[in-house]
C-alpha cells in the first residue's frame, strides 16, 4: 500500500516569512494529492489539491508542487499570517482497481507562526 | 460546518469496555470514512463504508467493526478497550472528484469524537 512521509515535523517562522513543506509518498499510481489543515481543536479541512497531470498550483498564498520522477510534492505558503498556525497534513490517493480512492496522510506539520 | 455530524463529543470509560461512535454523513455523500488520530501516529485510516457496504479497510483492530446503515449513518464499535485506544476519532463523508482519468475523493471531517481509555 501507500506510504506518505512528511517533513518537517514542526515549523517555526516569522509572521511575513514563506514555509515550505514537503511530503514524499511511495506508489508510483498514486495521482491525487490534497493537502488539509487542521487548526487547534477543529476537524480537518481541505486547503488545496492538486492532481498528477499537473506540476503545480496556486490559491493566493498557497501553491503545492508535484515532481512524479521523484515522487515528492510540496506545499508552499508565502506572507505568513499568525492565523496559518495549525497542523497541515499531506495525503496521496491510492486509487484501487475499482476505480475508487483512499487517501493515505503523512504524520503532519505543526506550524508555528510568530508575529 | 462541514455537515459531517459526530456523536458523542468527548467519551470516558474504562479499560475492557465497549464503545459506540456515530457518525452522519452530509447529505446526499453515500460513503463514510473513519479515521484514528492520535499524537504520534497522525491519521490513520480504519474503514471506508459506501452505501452500506464495506468498500477499504486500513488498520482497523479486530476489536473494532463498523457498519453503514439503510440511512447512510455510520457507527464504529470499539471493545474490549485499552489504554492505547485513546484517541480522537473522525469521520468524514466524500465528494467524488473525477479528473485525469481516475476518481479520487474529496473529504469532509466532523468534528470527531475524543475517547478517552482511563
Known amino acids: 500500500g501507500e506510504n506518505v512521509e512528511q517533513h518537517p515535523s514542526t515549523l517555526s517562522v516569522q509572521e511575513g516569512d514563506s514555509a515550505v513543506i514537503k511530503c514524499t509518498y511511495s506508489d508510483s499510481a498514486s495521482n491525487y494529492f490534497p493537502w488539509y489543515k487542521q487548526e487547534l481543536g477543529k476537524r480537518p479541512q481541505l486547503i488545496i489539491d492538486i492532481r498528477s497531470n499537473v506540476g503545480e498550483k496556486k490559491d493566493q498564498r498557497i501553491a503545492v508542487t508535484l515532481n512524479k520522477t521523484a515522487k515528492h510534492f510540496s506545499l508552499h505558503i508565502t506572507e505568513t499570517q499568525p492565523e496559518d498556525s495549525a497542523v497541515y497534513f499531506c495525503a496521496a490517493s491510492d486509487t484501487m482497481n475499482s476505480g475508487y480512492s483512499t487517501l493515505t496522510f503523512g504524520k503532519g506539520t505543526m506550524l508555528l507562526v510568530s508575529p | 460546518d462541514s455537515g459531517v455530524t459526530q456523536t458523542p463529543k468527548h467519551l470516558i470509560t474504562a479499560t475492557g469496555q465497549r464503545v459506540t461512535l456515530r457518525c452522519s454523513p452530509r447529505?446526499?455523500?453515500?460513503?463514510v470514512y473513519w479515521y484514528q488520530q492520535s499524537l504520534d501516529q497522525g491519521l490513520q485510516f480504519l474503514i471506508q463504508?459506501?452505501?452500506?457496504?464495506?468498500?477499504a479497510k486500513g488498520n482497523i483492530l479486530e476489536r473494532f467493526s463498523a457498519q453503514q446503515f439503510p440511512d447512510l449513518h455510520s457507527e464504529l464499535n470499539l471493545s474490549s478497550l485499552e489504554l492505547g485506544d485513546s484517541a480522537l476519532y473522525f469521520c468524514?463523508?466524500?465528494?467524488?472528484?473525477?479528473?485525469?482519468?481516475?476518481?479520487?475523493?474529496?473529504?469532509?471531517f466532523g468534528s470527531g469524537t475524543q475517547l478517552s481509555v482511563l
Open positions: 463504508y459506501y452505501n452500506g457496504e464495506e468498500r
Open positions: 447529505s446526499g455523500d453515500l460513503s
Open positions: 468524514a463523508s466524500s465528494v467524488s472528484l473525477t479528473g485525469a482519468g481516475a476518481t479520487n475523493e474529496k473529504l469532509f
